[in-house]
């Protein structure tokens, strides 16, 4: 299977950390306590240098089926490492 370009560089990091990689090669799922988390990348299979490559995180309640937090990332040439991301989604879901 062929992943996007941000999966493709946090593989390691989405297997290591329980993620689930979706087949179509650009979403990878978690599910945390009560929350659904899935990003979503854009890109496709190679890096574009394009200055708008862009990827979606989501966060929703899985009992209310609610989303509590949508954000698009706009990229540079820099692909943002996914341990700062993390970071970022369990700070989110803490403050709910």
């Known amino acids: 299977m062929e992943y996007s ?3 493709k560089r946090n593989i390691k990091f989405f297997n290591n950390n329980g993620y689930i990689l ?3 090669g650009s979403q990878v799922y978690k599910r945390i306590g009560d929350y659904d988390v899935l990003i ?3 890109t496709g299979k190679k890096l ?3 200055l708008l490559i862009i990827f979606e995180l989501w966060i929703k309640n899985n009992i209310t089926d609610v989303l509590i937090f ?3 990332y706009k990229r540079t040439f ?3 490492k996914m341990e700062k991301i993390d ?3 369990a700070k989110i879901i803490e403050e709910f």
């Open 5 to 7: 370009y941000f999966i």
């Open 87 to 89: 970071k970022e989604i």
């Open 70 to 72: 949508r954000k698009m």
């Open 48 to 50: 574009s240098l394009d």
């Open 78 to 80: 820099f692909c943002p």
């Open 22 to 24: 979706y087949p179509n």
């Open 40 to 42: 979503t990348d854009y």
